[in-house]
């Protein structure tokens, strides 16, 4: 039988607000501790302040009551058992990860411990970091004995933040003492164990009762290589479909054949092997830059990273000029662009390669009429609006009279637009898709030219030059 463990989660941003409320729907007892007084209120009054499946109806059931969010971390520190920090490890000027809210953190905890507690890093850390809040915890006085540092790193997507927290395919426990190992197998028992999957009311997900996520034990710097590693990979994985489709474009061959193709190899596995106008948010382009400068400062040789990186960058480039092939010129057209978010179902636009895009398009002098159905508010306040740059609120305002349709982050209903009707509302049938959402045939069938990545243009049978002929 699990038992209730008081945690304390340092920071409400995307990872600590998912942490607290699951911990809460795992039968614990949380505070949510965040330095930021408006953010505290506006969570003790139900806001989630972030648009993620599940969370308003969690928030609902446990604020307040199952969870207190709070500024007050002393008292957090003494209530709880294990303290989690969340807290953001924003990119430096030179790539590595700026820890100094984590220190921070560590540091105001170490003025309030007066038992055993175990300090656990959530938040994306550099190998080593472990070692230095040690440290900092012990500079302040407190005794080695009373507690311990583990690295837990947390494997969520934005989109599906809760189903990933409650359904992880593996949970990573890095602990150096036997002690910390244990409690943090006590908090995951009702995962690992099954009972949460066999509640009435559990969020549904890939676990059950028959199938348990793994507890994976590692000593802490493992743990802490591994959320670096795991990031890293899945950028490499991106980079590499992203160079294959250019290599297709080329020859004249089908990405999606090709990835459907290498996918079906189980050592290869299909996911994450969408090609498209490269890898953004708030983890990946950080992360592989963090990772990448870690090497570097322990002299090995990771340039693989700054590959994975180039071929990113170059992605977007690659994506304006396909424009440009469709358009010829690109100074006063006007353009409808149906995405700003960095991927479907989110409405974070950091690091957004959708952004990226309209600010290029932008500075060519294009004039653009914006639609994301989540994202609109974050990027206005990235990019204002002007008289170039509109943000309307529907697919239909945004396509009406647009010399063209740029497609530029694959939200479902992007996928399902009707294209007769769409047809009807360009001014000129040319559609650019950064996603591939659309089968090529389809839409030379209804009339469109069509350009996506990685696979061939296609132009009604009736226009008499080709754009890729023009390319
Ligand atoms: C990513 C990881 O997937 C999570 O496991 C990790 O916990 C998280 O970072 C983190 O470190 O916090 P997330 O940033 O939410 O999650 O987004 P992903 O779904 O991984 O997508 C990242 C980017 O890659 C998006 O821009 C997406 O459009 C792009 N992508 C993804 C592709 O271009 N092709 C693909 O096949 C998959």
Redesign the pocket.
């Known amino acids: 039988m699990s038992r209730v463990v008081p945690i304390a989660v340092v920071g409400s941003g995307?990872?600590g607000l998912v942490a607290a409320i699951c911990f809460a729907e795992m039968g614990h007892q949380v505070f949510c501790v965040d330095n930021d007084e408006r953010k505290v209120a506006a969570l003790q009054g139900g806001d989630t302040l972030i648009h993620e499946n599940y969370l308003p109806t969690l928030l609902g059931k446990y604020r307040n009551t199952r969870v207190k969010f709070t500024t007050d971390l002393a008292e957090a520190t003494r209530e709880c058992d294990a303290i989690f920090i969340a807290v953001g490890t924003p990119q430096s000027d030179t790539g590595d990860a700026d820890l100094s809210y984590v220190e921070a953190v560590a540091s105001e905890i170490a003025r309030h411990i007066t038992s055993y507690k175990v300090i656990v890093e959530k938040s994306?850390v550099p190998v080593y970091t472990n070692e230095w809040i040690r440290r900092v915890i012990e500079r302040n006085g407190v005794n080695r004995d009373l507690f311990d540092v583990v690295s837990n790193?947390?494997?969520?997507?934005?989109?599906?933040?809760v189903a990933?927290f409650l359904h992880p395919d593996r949970i990573v426990v890095g602990a150096d003492s036997e002690r910390a190992a244990a409690l943090l197998t006590a908090i995951y028992a009702p995962l690992t164990e099954g009972d949460y999957y066999k509640k009435a009311e559990a969020i549904a997900g890939v676990c059950s009762d028959r199938a348990r996520p793994p507890l994976l034990l590692t000593s802490t710097k493992s743990a802490e290589i591994i959320?670096h590693a795991?990031?890293a990979f899945?950028?490499l994985?991106?980079s590499f479909?992203?160079a294959v489709s250019n290599l297709c474009e080329a020859a004249d061959a089908n990405v999606e054949q090709v990835a459907k193709g290498i996918g079906l190899d189980s050592r290869i596995g299909p996911?994450?092997?969408?090609?498209?106008?490269?890898?953004?948010?708030?983890?990946?382009p950080k992360?592989v830059a963090a990772f990448r400068s870690v090497a570097e400062q322990m002299g090995v040789d990771f340039n693989l990273l700054s590959e994975v990186e180039k071929i990113n960058v170059g992605q977007k480039k690659r994506f304006l000029s396909k424009v440009r092939a469709a358009l010829w010129t690109l100074r006063g057209k006007k353009l409808a662009v149906l995405g700003l978010a960095?991927?479907?179902e989110?409405d974070?636009i950091r690091?957004?390669?959708a952004i990226d895009l309209v600010e290029m398009l932008l500075a060519e002098g294009c004039s653009i009429v914006a639609y994301d159905p989540a994202a609109m508010k974050r990027a206005a306040e990235e990019l204002p609006p002007s008289t170039q740059l509109r943000y309307v609120d529907s697919v239909e305002e945004a396509t009406k009279d647009a010399d063209a349709l740029l497609i530029l982050?694959?939200w479902a209903e992007f996928a399902e637009l009707d294209l007769v009707k769409l047809h009807g509302s360009l001014r000129y049938p040319i559609v650019v898709d950064g996603?591939n959402l659309y089968d090529p045939k389809v839409m030379q069938e209804h009339g469109f030219t069509y350009m996506s990545v990685g696979r061939p243009a296609a132009t009604p049978v009736r226009e008499a030059v080709t754009p890729d002929v023009l390319v």
Request: hydrophobic share 25%; net charge neutral.
């Open positions: 995307y990872v994306t790193p947390e494997f969520l997507r934005e989109g599906t933040a990933d959320k795991s990031n899945l950028a994985k991106i479909i992203n996911k994450f092997l969408r090609p498209g106008i490269g890898y953004g948010g708030s983890c990946f992360d960095f991927k479907g989110t974070d690091e957004s390669p982050t694959d996603r």
